[in-house]
């Protein structure tokens, strides 16, 4: 090999490298960005599932509301 061929390689190899530690930089980002969306996710499912608890309990209380009201004028 000659000694512009060996250069030649040296830079290539060196492109491969950085090309690797952008495509590990772009790998990380994409990660991040996933457990971002999967933790607002959860909150998400969290809060629902108050809110679907408030929601039963203000429909409790508005259907013993209602038969308290209902015996009271029936009688």
């Known amino acids: 090999m000659s000694e512009e061929q060996v250069w030649n390689m040296e830079v290539r190899l060196a ?3 950085e090309r690797q530690l952008q495509l590990y930089a772009m790998v990380e ?14 909150a998400l499912e969290h809060l629902r599932t108050r809110l679907l608890a408030v929601a039963g309990l203000i429909g409790l209380a508005c259907s013993m509301a209602w038969d308290v009201l209902k015996n009271r004028f029936s009688n």
Do not use: T
């Not at 980002?29 to 959860?42: I, K, Q, T, Y």
């Open 15 to 17: 492109r491969m490298e």
């Open 29 to 42: 980002r994409s990660l991040a960005f996933h457990g971002d969306v999967a933790n607002r996710l959860s």
